[in-house]
């Protein structure tokens, strides 16, 4: 008997050994080592209005922590534009006819954000997937009289050249973010513009195992992170069921359910512009 329980504690141990080797193996995907650990970005930053821009209803999925903290422990104001309705979009599972999905996902993201506590979204109703098409001007004049209302210090976009995800309308909106904010600081006037753009960025080793050519091209153009904060992994996950037609994105995507995922991926990255310090032109 001696023995037999010997045994059974030698497995047990090998199991354990193992299953803590293959969860620090699967953080390592999810882990950028330039990245600096803060409690808050924003806070960091001393940000007080937050404005972040958008082109998908779902997009906020990949900053709720930044706007999460910057709401409840910050004490910020914060706002967002999401630039369409995702009419386009794979619904994982189905939940409405396409036909009405626009209408769906713009309720869906009203809803999340409210969830955040962000304090005012605007849904704006231009082409999903098409957005690159857009008048230019017509996209920076509107994002830049966002931007005079709402008066932001800290603006959270996407990287223009890479955009996460590789999405086109991602990227687009990215740049038009800076060129709206090039345009207030060559205005006169008593707002000139927020003092810094933070960029969401993607873990690069997940993306270079799971991403397949978008996630290759997201890796070689986008920047390294310098700070690293809480995902508020919990807040995500409500996202995603309050994001009903996107819902199971997480399982196409990674191949492993939400839970998992978040069990590994539970930090925000991003890259942070000074812009008094380094002035869009």
């Known amino acids: 008997m001696r023995k037999r329980w010997i045994a059974l504690i ?36 001393g940000g007080t209005r937050v404005l972040g821009v958008f082109a998908h209803p779902d997009d906020e999925q990949t900053v709720n922590g930044l706007f999460w903290r910057a709401k409840t422990q910050d004490g910020a104001y914060t706002a967002m534009i999401t630039a369409t309705q995702g009419e386009a979009g794979h619904q994982v599972p189905v939940v409405a006819r396409q036909e009405d999905l626009g209408d769906i996902r713009k309720a869906e993201a009203l ?15 231009y082409p999903d997937g098409g957005v690159p098409e857009v008048d230019e001007q017509e996209l920076v004049d509107r994002v830049a009289d966002t931007m005079k209302r709402i008066q932001p210090d800290v603006v959270v976009a996407f990287w223009p050249e890479s955009g996460a995800t590789g999405h086109k309308d991602h990227m687009r909106m990215g740049e038009v973010t800076e060129k709206a904010i090039a ?31 978008a996630g290759a091209f997201v890796v070689k153009n986008q920047p390294d992170p310098e700070y690293a904060m809480s995902a508020e992994t919990g807040k995500k996950m409500e996202g995603w069921k309050i994001h009903s037609s996107q819902e199971n994105y997480l399982q196409e995507a990674y191949h492993l359910p939400a839970w998992l995922v978040y069990l590994l991926w539970d930090q925000e990255f991003y890259h942070v512009r000074d812009l008094q310090a380094d002035p869009l032109d």
Do not use: C
């Not at 600081?185 to 993306?207: C, F, N, Q, R």
């Open 10 to 45: 030698v497995v047990a141990s090998v199991l354990v050994v193992a299953l803590v080797g293959v969860y620090w193996a699967g953080r390592s995907l999810f882990h950028m080592p330039t990245a600096k650990g803060v409690d808050s970005v924003v806070g960091e930053l």
């Open 111 to 125: 809803k999340n954000s409210f969830n955040l506590g962000v304090d005012e979204h605007e849904v704006w109703d």
């Open 183 to 213: 345009q207030l600081e060559d205005e006169d006037g008593s707002y000139t513009g927020p003092k810094h753009i933070v960029y969401t960025i993607s873990p690069t080793k997940a993306l270079e195992m799971f991403g397949g050519e």
